[in-house]
T-cell receptor, first 109, second 118 residues
Framework: QKEVEQNSGPLSVPEGAIASLNCTYS??????FFWYRQYSGKSPELIMF????GDKEDGRFTAQLNKASQYVSLLIRDSQPSDSATYLC?????????FGTGTSLTVIP | GAVVSQHPSWVICKSGTSVKIECRSL??????MFWYRQFPKQSLMLMAT?????????EQGVEKDKFLINHASLTLSTLTVTSAHPEDSSFYIC??????????????FGEGSWLTVV
């Protein structure tokens, strides 16, 4: 079983809609969780991190963490074509960071 | 966010030669840096974890004699691809771990280096 799992997609949403990206992790000892965005041909960039149960909002992005279910999600409100990218979920356990394989998101104008 | 700089962004080298890629944390000290490789349309593959002042920890299947990693200071780690072959052509990305009171452990990525071996 992989440490972090994501649906590879592709996920397509119309412009202005809410995009919902999901991630599960296997190690209950994981402490912090991260969402990165990666455009094609570029390196990942940090969107936000979360370490407490519940929701964390930053602009159009909301990260949700449910430690009991070992589930992390990222909601993107008012999706824009510029949000089209691969979204990587990562879990930190001790000194290690485990990445999912990423979900490809396409926002259709 | 924190800045991690990677150099060069693009490099073309001849088969059999060696190439060095640098990764610098510009505004923080990083005791731990990570090196990844990514082939087109594939996910990140962790190659090794680089710890300042000690030997790197390589992932299974990664040849330590081929991919030499040096983390001589708290702001610089280097990856040297030795005796490069065309199959080593890939996107190499480094990341550095920032330890902060508010952020906990967060990693930031360099811009990546495209290596083409001809």
């Amino acid at each position: 079983q992989k440490e972090v799992e994501q649906n590879s997609g592709p996920l397509s949403v119309p412009e202005g809609a809410i995009a919902s990206l999901n991630c599960t992790y296997s190690d209950r000892g994981s402490q912090s969780f991260f969402w990165y965005r990666q455009y094609s041909g570029k390196s990942p960039e940090l969107i936000m991190f979360i370490y407490s149960n519940g929701d964390k909002e930053d602009g159009r992005f909301t990260a949700q963490l449910n430690k009991a279910s070992q589930y992390v999600s990222l909601l993107i409100r008012d999706s824009q074509p510029s949000d089209s990218a691969t979204y990587l979920c990562a879990a930190q356990t001790g000194n290690q960071f485990y990445f999912g394989t990423g979900t490809s998101l396409t926002v259709i104008p | 966010g924190a800045v991690v700089s990677q150099h060069p962004s693009w490099v073309i080298c001849k088969s059999g030669t060696s190439v060095k890629i640098e990764c610098r944390s510009l505004d923080f000290q990083a005791t731990t840096m990570f090196w990844y490789r990514q082939f087109p349309k594939q996910s990140l593959m962790l190659m090794a974890t680089s710890n300042e002042g000690s030997k790197a920890t390589y992932e299974q299947g990664v040849e330590k004699d081929k991919f030499l990693i040096n983390h001589a200071s708290l702001t610089l780690s280097t990856l040297t691809v030795t005796s490069a072959h065309p199959e080593d052509s890939s996107f190499y990305i480094c990341s550095a771990r920032l330890q902060g009171m508010e952020t906990g452990n967060t990693i930031y990525f360099g811009e990546g280096s495209w290596l083409t071996v001809v």
